[in-house]
């Protein structure tokens, strides 16, 4: 899958804004809400589900700071811009998942190892897992919606964690129903899935951000598109060593293509030019370096060389 570059960069950062600023909103709602009426009602699970929505809070925030500085253009410092500042971001909100899901499961383990110390919750703590189960299903909704609409991971990231959420407050829901209905247990035990949930969802979200930091290429069927793109200019008879690297949602691109190696430089300069243009209106591309060979003529610059003599 491909996906072409035809979204305004303000277009993409209006309704990033605006997508997170409604996150923000549910999310200070329900902190408050999930976390008084947690202690209130005794249920850890709902306080585990309120520290979640805390974490999310965070994450917001991350996400806001991160796309006010992706968008700033190019300097000397960075001349292939600031889109990196999203997969930091995104790297930056696993960090943040995974300490949450740590201490959630260590507070549950604790409360398992004292069965004794584990009180019976307050019927008041089913119906707020209800409404934050509504309210972060939601969300998920409307953000993953305006994620793909612009196509940016650092809000498909964001999106999923509500849907975390939305899975954590059913996981507390129905601890505190068995809770009430007697079997105390449940209550930390719903508190200890959510933790689960919570780590194994930053990990997930870490590793990539990571793998995209260390330059992790597009995926194959991104390349190959790339690929025909380049083969269908007129003037290119053929195309190798296409490599690609992620930068934020966006990707640096080198690629080799085939001319006929009768024609004049300034022919051969056209043609490259040309292929790079359709490749930049096509696809999610943000540089291009193309280097231009003779046709059925051996590739030169990738005859191995002699290494290096040490100093």
Aim: proline share 4%; charged share 20%; aromatic share 6%.
């Amino acid at each position: 899958m491909h996906f072409p570059s035809d979204i305004p960069a303000g277009e993409r950062a209006a309704a990033a804004r605006r997508s997170t600023w409604v996150s923000v909103a549910v999310n200070v709602v329900l902190v408050t809400v999930q976390i008084a009426v947690g202690v209130f009602a005794k249920s850890q699970a709902l306080i585990a589900d309120g520290i979640h929505s805390l974490s999310d809070l965070v994450s917001d925030f991350v996400v806001l700071f991160a796309g006010r500085h992706s968008r700033r253009d190019p300097d000397a410092g960075h001349p292939y811009g600031h889109q990196r500042f999203e997969t930091a971001a995104t790297l930056v909100l696993g960090a943040i998942l995974l300490a949450v899901g740590g201490g959630m499961l260590w507070s549950a383990v604790g409360k398992l190892e004292d069965p004794q110390s584990i009180p019976r919750v307050h019927g008041v703590a089913l119906w707020v897992a209800a409404i934050a189960l509504v309210a972060k299903e939601g969300l998920f909704r409307y953000m993953l919606a305006v994620a793909q609409r612009v196509r940016s991971t650092m809000l498909v990231a964001n999106a999923w964690h509500a849907r975390s959420d939305a899975a954590s407050s059913l996981v507390v829901g129905l601890g505190i129903v068995g809770n009430l209905m007697g079997y105390p247990l449940l209550d930390p035990i719903a508190a200890l899935v959510v933790g689960v949930m919570v780590a194994r969802m930053g990990w997930t979200f870490g590793w990539g951000a990571l793998q995209d930091l260390m330059d992790r290429a597009a995926d194959a069927d991104e390349v190959q598109a790339i690929e025909r793109t380049l083969a269908a200019t007129p003037g290119v008879q053929g195309v190798h060593d296409v490599r690609t690297r992620r930068l934020g949602d966006m990707l640096a691109v080198d690629a080799h293509v085939e001319v006929d190696a009768t024609i004049t430089v300034e022919a051969g300069h056209d043609i490259a030019v040309r292929a790079r243009q359709r490749v930049m209106e096509q696809h999610r591309v943000l540089s291009l370096m193309v280097h231009v060979d003779p046709r059925h003529r051996p590739d030169l610059d990738h005859l191995p060389t002699a290494p290096r003599a040490a100093a």
